[in-house]
Every structure is written in structure tokens, then in C-alpha cells.
């Protein structure tokens, strides 16, 4: 890896962050044109509708249902859809197929509000869900009362509290991100480290970015995340500082724009690299089972550690090009081990994979995407595999 407190050149006219094979650092924001890739959060896909429209006419076998699956319950803030669906399912990534037992009268699966009561109809071996009570041994589908609310005030796919931090700061970023990020280069009266409110110049800051009042984070690099299975580099843990703010647009033949220190989460100094501020997107996927057949690894536990457990947030060496998207839900299992059976003279015996958890995927890129440990019985491991759920 090149020294990062080298002096970056700047080219006139190029964005400094334009040619990144894809920036793991602004949540919502893609690598080749800038589009949230998070828009369609609020959508329902054409599979998971169709699978709702299923069980919509059917209802599903109660013996899917969780073993104390309550008759009703009631919506309460802090609520989450992996949460609710846990109480009802036995398998808490079937939601689609929970909304689906009454599409008609939860229609979107995203706009499910504190207040509202969801009711378990139960007849015949079949399961149905509704917001309204079963009436007469028939269930109706019909219009129902149901809290009002803009879509902020509907409830969350999984805690927020747990992913905050990793949805707007810098993660992980690639090689050409880290050659071509804008970089303090200087700061005034010969300090040594940046504090709050103290001013530094930067270089690599360009139009159309470059605007008076815009926000930019902080970082450093601070270690390689490597494909456990090929060993290739995929990029290198990015280590949040703080935030800044462009007080003065760039000036002069080397374009040096002058920033103020807005957040020290750590100390700054030259050298510091600097990535827009990216835009705070609610996290309103539908925790879900992937539509396609996933195979991947644990690349890395978030922090640089090489054990971790429920309620962490992991690293996985695949993204959307494997198919993975927000709200797919993984399962964690470990490599059989190679035990000698002493029945049979010791021979070698291959052990099955011990499943031992699950991950909610929450941010998701071309090769690598980013899912938070929801329950585990075993301590996850780099390397571990993450698969589709059975």
C-alpha cells in the first residue's frame, strides 16, 4: 500500500473520486453513477409479490408458525419486521410470506405502524394474517382502520441502533479510492493535530463538490480486508475520524480549498482522507430469503478482530453481483471439521457444516456487502460461510 500521507496532485477538472471501482462509504450512493441504491426500498419486488399473492389464497401451513404465535399483537414503537415476524414465524426471513397471508389488507409491508393490531387466523391446518379479528369463522378482506403516518413513522426492518454507524460513515474503500480521495494537506500556525472548530486546507476537492457549506468525513485507512478463499484484497478498513466543512471553495494554481472541523471523533492531521458526507436513507428493506442461490464467505468482523458474535456487523466477500440485495437474510455456518474415527481405525471422516446463525444483509456493493449478526449459537469466524437459508 503507498503512503497515504504523500501529497495527492490533483487534476484539474477530474472528481476526485470519480474512478473508485466501487466506494464503500456513502450509504445509498453507487459506485458508477451516483444513484441511491437504496430507491427502491419502499418497493415491493415482483417475486416477493408473487409469493405473497400465493399465500394470499392459501394462508400457510400452521405448522410454519412459531410455537407461541400470538393469537394478536399489537404494534409498539421499537417494534422491527424481524421481530414481529419472529413472533409469528418459525422462520423470522419468511416475512413476505407473513404479509402474504392477507395482501389485501397490508399492502405494503414497510408501512406497518405502531398502534396497529395484526391479527392470527388459524382454520382447517392453514395460517392467515389480518388487521382485523376473525369474524363468525370467516375471514374477511376487507378495508381496516390502521394508524396514521408518513413512512418515517412506519417501523424498521431490524434496529437501528445497531447498524447507525455503518450506514453513513466510511467502511471499507478500494485502492483507486484511496489514490484519488480528497486530503488535508496542511494545517495553520504549524499545529500538529486538528480539534473542533480549528480550519485545515485541502487538496482534491473539485467542482461540482466543492461547495461552501458542504460536509465531508474523515478517515484513514487502516487495514487490508482480504477474500478469505482467494486472498485477493478487497479493498482496506476505513477508520472514521470526523467531519469537516468547506468554509472557503478551492483558491489559487493548486485549487487548495479551506475546511472547518465539524465532528473530531480523532484526532486529524495531514494526510487524513476526506469522502462526501453521504445522505441518511431509512432502512425499510424487507428482511427476506435471496430469490437466488448464495454462496459466500466471512471476509472480515468489523473492527479488526477475527472472532465476533450476535449483534456484530460482518464483512462478506460477495455483493450484488452474486445477487445479494438489501434486506437478504444469510445463513452462517462453519466448515466441517476432519475428525478420525476410532470405530474404524482411525480413518478420516469429513464432519457436515455446523449451521450456527444468521445475518441480516443492511448495505450491499458490486463485490462485497455488509450484514448484521441477528443470533448465533457459536462464535463467528473469518472465513465462515454465509448461504441462502433452508
Given at each position: 500500500m503507498?503512503?497515504?500521507t504523500?501529497e495527492?496532485?490533483a487534476?484539474p ?5 470519480a474512478?473508485?471501482?466501487?466506494i ?5 450512493i453507487?459506485?458508477a ?13 415482483p417475486?416477493?409479490?408473487a409469493?405473497?399473492g ?6 400457510i401451513?400452521?405448522?410454519d408458525l412459531?410455537t ?16 414481529i ?8 426471513w ?7 397471508m392477507?395482501q ?5 409491508p414497510?408501512?406497518?405502524?405502531p398502534?396497529q ?12 394474517l ?16 390502521r ?6 413513522g ?8 445497531d447498524?447507525e454507524?455503518f450506514?453513513i460513515?466510511?467502511?471499507v474503500?478500494d ?21 473542533m472548530?480549528?480550519s ?16 465531508w468525513?474523515?478517515f ?7 477474500d478469505?478463499?482467494?486472498g ?5 478498513e476505513a477508520e ?10 478551492p483558491e ?8 472547518k472541523?465539524?465532528q473530531a471523533?480523532?484526532e486529524?492531521a495531514?494526510g ?12 425499510r ?9 448464495i454462496?459466500?464467505?466471512i471476509a472480515a ?7 465476533g458474535?450476535?449483534k456484530?456487523?460482518?464483512?462478506l ?5 452474486a445477487?445479494?440485495?438489501p434486506?437478504?437474510v ?11 474415527d ?14 450456527y ?13 455488509y450484514?448484521?449478526?441477528t443470533?448465533?449459537s457459536?462464535?463467528i ?10
Amino acid at each position: 500500500m503507498r503512503d497515504l500521507t504523500k501529497e495527492h496532485q490533483a487534476v484539474p477538472g477530474r472528481r476526485p473520486h470519480a474512478f473508485a471501482r466501487w466506494i464503500l462509504c456513502a450509504a445509498g450512493i453507487t459506485a458508477a453513477t451516483g444513484a441511491p441504491v437504496h430507491a427502491a426500498d419502499l418497493a415491493v419486488t415482483p417475486a416477493q409479490r408473487a409469493r405473497a399473492g400465493v399465500t394470499a389464497q392459501q394462508g400457510i401451513p400452521a405448522t410454519d408458525l412459531a410455537t407461541d404465535a400470538p393469537s394478536q399483537y399489537v404494534v409498539r414503537g421499537g417494534d422491527t419486521l424481524w421481530g414481529i415476524s419472529g413472533r409469528f414465524l418459525r422462520q423470522p426471513w419468511r416475512w413476505p410470506e407473513l404479509w402474504g397471508m392477507n395482501q389485501q389488507q397490508i399492502r405494503n409491508p414497510h408501512l406497518i405502524y405502531p398502534g396497529q393490531v395484526l391479527y392470527l387466523i388459524q382454520r382447517d391446518g392453514r395460517a392467515w394474517l389480518s388487521t382485523a379479528p376473525d369474524a363468525g369463522g370467516t375471514v374477511r378482506l376487507t378495508p381496516a382502520v390502521r394508524s396514521e403516518g408518513g413512512p418515517g413513522g412506519a417501523i424498521a426492518s431490524i434496529s437501528a441502533k445497531d447498524i447507525e454507524p455503518f450506514l453513513i460513515r466510511p467502511l471499507v474503500v478500494d485502492q483507486g479510492t484511496l489514490e484519488t480521495s480528497a486530503r488535508i494537506v496542511a494545517l495553520p500556525e504549524s499545529r500538529v493535530y486538528l480539534a473542533m472548530g480549528d480550519s485545515a486546507y485541502v487538496r482534491g476537492i473539485a467542482p461540482p463538490d466543492a461547495v461552501v457549506g458542504s460536509d465531508w468525513q474523515a478517515f484513514k485507512p487502516v487495514r487490508p480486508v482480504k477474500d478469505p478463499v482467494s486472498g485477493r484484497v478487497l479493498g482496506y478498513e476505513a477508520e472514521y475520524q470526523g467531519n469537516v466543512r468547506v468554509s472557503r471553495p478551492p483558491e489559487g494554481f493548486d485549487a487548495v480549498t479551506t475546511v472547518k472541523v465539524t465532528q473530531a471523533h480523532q484526532e486529524m492531521a495531514a494526510g487524513t482522507l476526506l469522502l462526501p458526507q453521504p445522505a441518511r436513507e431509512p432502512v425499510r428493506y424487507v428482511p427476506r430469503a435471496p430469490d437466488v442461490a448464495i454462496d459466500g464467505r466471512i471476509a472480515a468482523v468489523y473492527g479488526g478482530v477475527q472472532f465476533g458474535g450476535a449483534k456484530q456487523v460482518v464483512v462478506l466477500n460477495i455483493g450484488t453481483a452474486a445477487g445479494l440485495e438489501p434486506g437478504h437474510v444469510l445463513a452462517l455456518s462453519r466448515a466441517g471439521q476432519v475428525v478420525p474415527d476410532r470405530t474404524d481405525g482411525n480413518r478420516a471422516v469429513l464432519l457436515p457444516d455446523e449451521r450456527y446463525g444468521l445475518a441480516f444483509v443492511f448495505r450491499v456493493f458490486p463485490g462485497v456487502a455488509y450484514a448484521l449478526v441477528t443470533d448465533a449459537s457459536n462464535a463467528i469466524e473469518v472465513g465462515d460461510r454465509v448461504t441462502s437459508p433452508r
